[in-house]
């Protein structure tokens, strides 16, 4: 199967889904910046975090794998937040090399077609304004708080 057809079915599974395809539809057209993510819509039981991780934990994503993606994140975040030297480059570099890695992670059968939908909803460049680093920081920091209610609400369920 070609890469392109490979790209083109990833939503299919995705579909089967209407809750979890409305979070992604939300992030990718209403959403302008993370930072204006209103954490009701995030973090309650039965919001947005936790549609994502119900569905990507029924699309057979392992907890190890979840969990390296958001490490992964969360060194960027790291070190875009040392109080001595921000990184923004790094931090930047981080965000725009978790899809590719999800890509190859995807062809290796190590993460589902779902938790790809969700990356490449969640990673737009568009959705971080890096051109101040204090809005910068802030859509990082919800972008984060995101991913770590999907990591918690993936191990509860």
């Known amino acids: 199967m070609s890469r392109q057809r490979k790209e083109k079915n990833t939503r299919t599974s995705s579909k089967d889904n209407k809750e979890f395809t409305q979070v992604l539809n939300y992030i ?8 204006e993510y209103p954490i009701d819509k995030l973090a309650k039981v039965n919001g947005h975090a936790y549609i994502v991780a119900d569905t990507i934990r029924k699309s057979k994503v392992e907890n190890s794998q979840l969990r390296k993606f958001y490490h992964e994140a969360q060194a960027g975040f790291a070190a875009l937040m040392h109080p001595k030297r921000k990184d923004t480059e790094k931090a930047l570099t981080t965000l725009a090399m978790l899809v590719p890695r999800a890509y190859y992670a995807k062809d290796r059968g190590s993460i589902s077609d779902e ?13 971080f304004r890096s051109k101040n680093t204090r809005e910068f920081e802030n ?19």
């Open 28 to 35: 990718e057209k209403q959403l302008k910046y993370w930072a």
């Open 115 to 127: 938790f790809l939908d969700f990356l490449k909803a969640a990673l737009h460049v568009e959705k």
């Open 139 to 157: 859509d990082y920091k919800r972008f984060m708080e995101f991913f770590e209610a999907v990591v918690g609400y993936h191990k509860y369920l």
